[in-house]
């Protein structure tokens, strides 16, 4: 069983950036695709962004030119970079990771943007 444990959420106010990360308990290489979605109260689940086999990149069109998918396969980590944060990018983020026919979540972090 993989665990996901998402951090580097918080409090930020509009125009703020976060960074957050996403550290894997197995092994993680770039034949490994992960993302991050979001939830926000009332909304279904999002796909923000996704790096996959090959480094390709995908971001949902209201974060592009904004937030930044990366990973560091050495650290087992995955990081999404959010800059020039909005109120409307106020949710709970959930980084996943797929491993052969199987897709494991974290738990969230919150992430609040006030104006």
């Known amino acids: 069983q993989v665990q996901l444990v998402e951090s580097g959420g918080g409090l930020v106010q509009a125009g703020g950036s976060l960074r957050l990360s996403c550290a894997a308990s197995?092994?993680?290489?770039?034949?490994?695709?992960m993302g991050w979605s979001r939830q926000a109260p009332g909304k279904q689940r999002e796909l923000v962004a996704a790096i996959y086999p090959g480094g390709n990149t995908n971001y949902a069109d209201s974060v592009k030119g904004r937030f930044t998918i990366s990973r560091d396969n050495a650290k087992n980590t995955a990081y999404l970079q959010m800059n020039s944060l909005k109120p409307e990018d106020t949710a709970v983020y959930y980084c996943?990771?797929?491993?052969?026919?199987?897709?494991?979540w974290g738990r969230g972090t919150q992430v609040t943007v006030s104006s």
């Open positions: 996943n990771f797929r491993q052969f026919s199987s897709t494991y």
């Open positions: 197995t092994r993680i290489s770039s034949f490994n695709a």
